[in-house]
């Protein structure tokens, strides 16, 4: 246990809709990434969060965005979806920016487009 | 693109047996972590390596970081079934701040 929840589990949509994924990280941490997981792959980065604001972004298109709260919980936005999107999506949470920081794995959001 | 080249990329043994995967790059990293990920739950760190050359011992895995710090193995004794997962290995350099995953190993370890 973590102490990293990530809602929904699961969620289906249809191609072209927008979906919101949320990420509630460890209480104490300010940092906040997050990662696609599509199926047989490693994650792969899709952009990091510190103090609400971005710090750093993988090879995403802009209609991947992201929020963080004063809280530091975070959420993820895709909007116009394709069915390449589907993909378990994955939020860690660490407590600061920095190098062999530790980060926390939430269970993941498994994301269907059809 | 997967920066980080995991081998295999799938291993099934029988319990009792060793194995070694291994997790090699042509860029070098300030540290790599290695995870354990079974399926429906994310990723969970079994070790950091920093140090080129370093070796960590976590029980019946044994972790070793190249000397250049640009590969890194992980070698488990007498595996259980218990091990079966996924495990990835994941690279921090000193330019970014995030993490850049291997595809991983899939271990299927038999009774």
């Known amino acids: 246990e973590t102490g990293v929840t990530q809602s929904p589990t699961h969620l289906i949509k249809t191609r072209g809709q927008q979906v919101t994924l949320r990420c509630s990280s460890q209480?104490?941490?300010?940092?906040v990434s997050w990662y696609q997981q599509a199926l047989g792959q490693g994650p792969q980065f899709i952009f990091q969060y510190y103090r609400e604001e971005e710090n750093g972004r993988g090879n995403f298109p802009p209609r991947f965005s992201g929020l963080q709260f004063p809280n530091y919980s975070s959420e993820l936005n895709v909007n116009a979806l394709e069915l390449d999107d589907s993909a378990l999506y994955l939020c860690?949470?660490?407590?600061?920016?920095?190098?062999?920081?530790?980060?926390?794995f939430g269970q993941g959001t498994r994301l269907t487009v059809v | 693109t997967q920066l980080l080249e995991q081998s295999p990329q799938f291993l099934s043994i029988q319990e009792g047996e060793n194995l070694t995967v291994y997790c090699n790059s042509s860029s070098v990293f300030s540290s790599l972590q290695w995870y354990r990920q079974e399926p429906g739950e994310g990723p969970v760190l079994l070790v950091t390596v920093v140090t080129g050359g370093e070796v960590k011992k976590l029980k019946r895995l044994t972790f070793q970081f190249g000397d250049a710090r640009k590969d890194s193995s992980l070698h488990i004794t007498a595996a259980q079934t218990g091990d079966t997962g996924l495990y990835l290995c994941?690279?921090?350099?000193?330019?970014?701040?995030?993490?850049?995953f291997g595809a991983g190993t899939r271990l299927t370890v038999k009774p």
């Open positions: 860690a949470s660490s407590l600061a920016l920095g190098k062999n920081t530790e980060a926390f």
């Open positions: 994941a690279g921090e350099n000193n330019n970014n701040n995030d993490m850049r």
């Open positions: 209480s104490g941490h300010n940092t």
